[in-house]
């Protein structure tokens, strides 16, 4: 591709501190299949303090990829993704993360749609845990294995619909269900390929990681002020037994803290009897591995570190109140928040 071609697909890359992946990334999609001319690669370094600038910067200057490095002053994700978008030559933009890795077939479809899309403006592809090796207690993973969740860690965009709501933030949830909201309920279609697929590894083990994740509920207030119905039928939807079940997630959480809240009641009215004692912390034991519990979804007992179970009973036992107290607070900070409004990107989506 020469400078003066239209590209058929720019890949916008978010980077921050992600030295320890770029150039797993960045090889990986010289290994996939496609035409890489039909390409280009923006990599929007957003104030990272680690050598992901000096690893950019070699792997520019080496021009085996047709890379351009945009520098930012910290924007956060959603705003780094669109800043990336803005400077992309094609018409179509796909996001992804930059500690992933393209599978060998993933170049080969994200061409087939951009080039015959129909009247999508949009396609999803599949995010798969890989290096699961590394899954601990304290590791956080990023899947989606089925339509619906529209995470922009694997998704094509029109360009002109990338407009991410500012209300996030710096914010490192929620935003991608908020722009995907935005298009269907402009009346958009998003695809699903399950041949568009890059794979995740775990975020690094950190004691602390479990509640950091749980403070970000409460951009579910945001979201559900904007999106009433999306929000309460179509987020964190998983199947049990044939039935579709909504916000599973939290609905274990609120039913750890009715655990911990029926534990306390108990060692009170009984005035701190020996056997109420025992049957409250049994109550909470029990809160505390229903809470861990959807981690051994990806967690095998053999890979197991059992020095970690206890700090990881501790941190769990108190997961459910961060995540539930952060999901009413989202509710009152963001009381004031208007729905949203479809017209103005259904004007977008024709320019």
Not at 240 to 246: A, N
Request: hydrophobic fraction near 45%; include cysteine.
């Amino acid at each position: 591709m020469t400078p003066t071609t239209t590209p058929d697909l720019s890949i916008v890359i978010p980077v921050y501190n992600a030295a320890p992946f770029l150039d797993t990334l960045l090889a990986s999609f010289l290994a996939t299949t496609g035409d890489k001319d039909c390409c280009e690669l923006i990599a929007v370094n957003d104030a990272s303090t680690d050598d992901s600038a000096k690893i950019l910067t070699r792997w520019m200057t080496s021009r085996q990829l047709p890379l351009q490095v945009l520098t930012t002053p910290g924007l956060g994700p959603g705003p780094a993704r669109e800043f990336g978008a803005q400077a992309a030559r094609s018409s179509w933009v796909a996001l992804v993360d930059a500690d992933e890795r393209f599978s060998p077939g993933w170049l080969t479809a994200a061409l087939e749609f951009v080039q015959n899309p129909g009247q999508a403006v949009g396609c999803e592809g599949i995010v798969e845990v890989c290096d699961r090796h590394q899954v601990s207690l304290f590791t956080h993973q990023t899947q989606s294995l089925k339509p619906g969740r529209y995470l922009t860690a694997n998704l094509i965009l029109k360009r002109s619909l990338i407009q991410f709501c500012p209300r996030y933030r710096r914010g490192r949830f929620r935003e991608d269900s908020d722009l995907a909201f935005q298009l269907l309920n402009s009346g958009h279609t998003i695809r699903h390929n399950p041949d568009l697929l890059v794979y995740h590894p775990p975020l690094p083990s950190a004691w602390w990681r479990p509640l950091s994740l749980a403070r970000r509920y409460q951009y579910d207030g945001l979201l559900a002020r904007r999106f009433p119905q999306h929000y309460w039928r179509d987020m964190d939807v998983h199947c049990l037994k044939g039935v579709s079940i909504p916000h599973l997630r939290l609905l274990i959480f609120g039913l750890c803290l009715g655990f911990q809240l029926g534990a306390l009641g108990m060692v009170v009215s009984s005035g701190f009897e020996t056997t109420s004692l025992v049957w409250s912390g049994l109550l909470l034991l029990g809160s505390a591995m229903l809470a861990l519990a959807p981690i051994f979804a990806y967690l095998p007992l053999r890979q197991l570190r059992w020095q970690q179970v206890p700090v990881a009973l501790m941190v769990y036992a108190i997961v459910p109140w961060v995540a539930i107290v952060s999901w009413l607070y989202g509710f009152w900070h963001f009381r004031h928040e208007s729905p949203f409004q479809a017209e103005g990107l259904r004007k977008s989506a024709t320019s």
